[in-house]
């Protein structure tokens, strides 16, 4: 630490990475210290955007320079194993996006080599800090709807898929890349794992894809089943054009409850045509705003304090076992039961 101020690197400016870079410079007890993106241009906008004194073209420079203390991890999905791995052995406590990695053993090392190292190891599923999941997650816990009977939660995408998205064997999908925040809030609600999911796939909006990635799928539903006999159900989606909506629901013996709204303003207008409009939230980067931040001041303190973080590897790679038996079940067309023993 350099002025008491954790000394925070990140790796990949993406749109991801220039959210958490701008969380940091408003954490108290961190400072960006540095920014690494293959793209120079990239790098170079964040970092005079927002005055990161270095900025490097490969991971492995960052890593080895010795003066940060930690790194958040927001390149491309497969990425994230090298980089994780690599900044766990030189010492850096490590904050990775979501989804972990691309398979169940990729995660096992990484779980492995930050535990070795005694680094802090988070994962960003944001959705753990918004203040609208929380209050859910408080509700369920107080008894409020009787007992958890099925979690829904579903996440729909706007925008058109990137073409290395179109590519499951290289992507995992849309179930990885979208649906892990639900797969995390069905653990979380439900405080158990998946035993068995079933899901059903299909492209229904992206035809450019169709004939190169028959694979690919744009809308996913996921049935499933828990260890303590709950179920769950996830809904996924992208390309959907209309906006960004992300909600979960949830029935119990006693209630119900649901959480996250599609509209982005309170405001309601209605006019002499008879019509009502509201505007729609279009991006998760205002849906979850509060929460990156939320999450990133998680992360600073979990160093600060020497505590555990709130969602760690574990987390991450149960999610990753999901992606993986969800998309074997769509390939296959049948049910699969997970292993789920760490
Ligand atoms: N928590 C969330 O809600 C959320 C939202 C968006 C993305 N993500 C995750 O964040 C990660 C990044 O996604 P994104 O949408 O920001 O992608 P992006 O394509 O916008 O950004 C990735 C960045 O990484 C850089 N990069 C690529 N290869 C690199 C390398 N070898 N070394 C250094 N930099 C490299 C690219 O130049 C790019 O600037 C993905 O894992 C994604 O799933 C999470």
């Not at 961190?30 to 073209?57: I, R, T």
């Not at 003066?67 to 406590?93: M, Q, S, W, Y």
């Not at 944001?126 to 997650?137: E, L, S, T, V």
Request: net charge negative; proline share 4%; glycine share 8%.
């Amino acid at each position: 630490m350099k002025n008491d101020e954790v000394q925070v690197c990140v790796i990949g400016a993406g749109r991801a990475g220039v959210i958490h870079a701008r969380a940091i410079t408003q954490v108290p007890g961190a400072h960006l210290a540095a920014v690494v993106d293959s793209d120079h241009d990239a790098c170079k906008k964040v970092c005079q955007e927002l005055g990161a004194a270095e900025s490097y073209p490969h991971y492995l420079g960052a890593v080895e320079n010795s003066h940060f203390d930690a790194v958040i991890v927001a390149t491309p999905t497969r990425l994230h194993h090298e980089i994780v791995v690599a900044a766990a052995k030189a010492g850096k406590h490590i904050l990775c996006e979501k989804p972990m990695a691309m398979n169940p053993s990729q995660c096992e090392e990484m779980v492995r080599v930050t535990r070795e190292n005694r680094v802090k190891f988070q994962i960003g599923f944001m959705r753990r800090f918004d203040g609208g999941f929380q209050r859910a997650k408080e509700i369920i816990q107080r008894g409020q709807i009787g007992e958890v009977v099925l979690v829904k939660s579903l996440t729909h995408g706007p925008s058109t898929p990137k073409r290395w998205q179109y590519d499951i064997s290289g992507s995992n999908g849309p179930l990885a890349e979208v649906n892990s925040h639900d797969i995390d809030t069905l653990r979380w609600f439900t405080e158990s794992e998946f035993t068995k999911v079933y899901a059903i796939a299909g492209n229904y909006r992206c035809p450019e894809a169709r004939e190169e990635f028959p694979d690919f799928y744009d809308n996913v539903s996921l049935v499933a089943s828990f260890e303590n006999g709950m179920q769950g159900f996830i809904d996924g989606a992208v390309s959907v054009k209309y906006g960004y909506d992300a909600r979960a629901e949830v029935l119990g013996t006693e209630g119900l409850l649901s959480v996250g709204q599609l509209a982005q303003q309170s405001v309601v207008t209605c006019t002499r045509h008879g019509e009502i409009t509201q505007p729609v939230v279009t991006s998760w980067r205002d849906l979850f705003a509060d929460a990156y931040l939320a999450e990133d001041r998680a992360f600073i303190a979990s160093i600060r304090d020497n505590s555990d973080p709130v969602v760690n590897g574990h987390d991450g790679m149960m999610v990753v076992k999901v992606v993986e038996a969800g998309n074997r079940s769509i390939r296959e067309g049948k049910p699969v039961c997970l292993n789920t023993q760490p």
